[in-house]
């Protein structure tokens, strides 16, 4: 019984200290809110400020080279020597990349030089040949001449002997034309000659390619000692030193791209290119993707910025000034679309209409912001319009 009477006795001792510690922290609680309500809530304000807000779309797009060649070779046969490796920087005009067939086209040379003198030779011997008959004739006239004047006068000569000097007349000026013929010949056989070579000497250049560009050999396609056509490529040269940056945009940004006066942001991986012109608008939409092509040109690209990469760019469509708050301060309510700004310790709710969204800022197109006003960023989802606050930090 006794036992009884204390296990009560117990119980009633902590139904006592459990209610006072309720009341104590009731208590404490309404000292707390009674502390903040006379110091106003506590929030961080920052000031509404005049910036360029821009329109853009977002895309990604590749960079390649805007110069490259493949170069071929020009005459068939076999690779005698390939000079570059991949990676080598070239010179155009002057870098030597491969030489094919180097010991025949040499032959080529030679043989056609040596046709070229027999031709000469032989093209002398026949303006001799046209000089002799030349003379022959010469003497041959005067001898006709004078025959006819001594048969016509006096009957010096017979006529069978001025017949006979007659035909000797005729028989060397017909000589002579001949010969001038076979003249005219060799001098033709010899220009053929003379073309065979300039045409073995452009062979002998053929075989030897020389970089048309300067930049670096990409691509190696061939090793010494395989045959090859003409026209097959053999190395690959691409020019670094300007890259083109190439993306797509939806039709619908067609008529807001303007060539030279649209510029893209570029930045590929970590590294920021730069803002860079459009130079090229494609002059027709896709009809199956309806998209369009947009260009433009990256010169003397940083170090990690090279051909092959993906960029992602900001094609800006158009610009303005405007006033702009962070993007936090902003809040959406049943009733719309406010913000909070702190005047003279009181939050004042704005509602506000937003425009474009740069970088973690928000455009206000409400003329009721201007710049400069403390705009609520912290805390502002406790307030209500009127509320009482306190500015613990100001950024």
Known sequence: MVFMWVKVFIMIIGTCLVFGNLMTGESFAQENSSSEDKKGMSVVVTEAKEMIFEEYVETSGNLETREFSLVSARVPGIIDDIFVREGDQVIAGKTRLFHID???????????????????????ARLATVKRIEADLNKTEIDYERFKRLYHDDLAVTKNALESQESRYIQTKAALDEAKAMADLSEKELEQERGRLIMAQKDFENSMGI???????????????????????????????????????????????????????????TLQVGELPVIYKSPVIDSRLRNFEIKALIKDPREGVTSGDIALINVILGAHEGTGVPREAVLKRLNGTNLFVAEKGIAKMVPVETGLENDGWIEILSKNIKEGQSIVTMGQDRLSDGTAISIVKEE
């Open 102 to 124: 180097r010991v025949k086209s040499k032959q080529a040379i030679d043989i056609a030089k040596e046709a070229v003198s027999v031709s000469e030779f032989r093209y002398r």
């Open 211 to 269: 970089s048309p560009i300067s930049g670096y050999v990409t691509k190696r396609f061939k090793e010494p000692g395989e045959m090859v056509g003409a026209g097959t490529p053999i190395v690959e040269i691409d020019n670094l030193s300007v890259l083109e940056v190439s993306a797509y945009l939806p039709a619908a940004y067609y008529q807001k791209v303007v060539t030279g006066k649209t510029t893209m942001k570029v930045t590929v991986g």
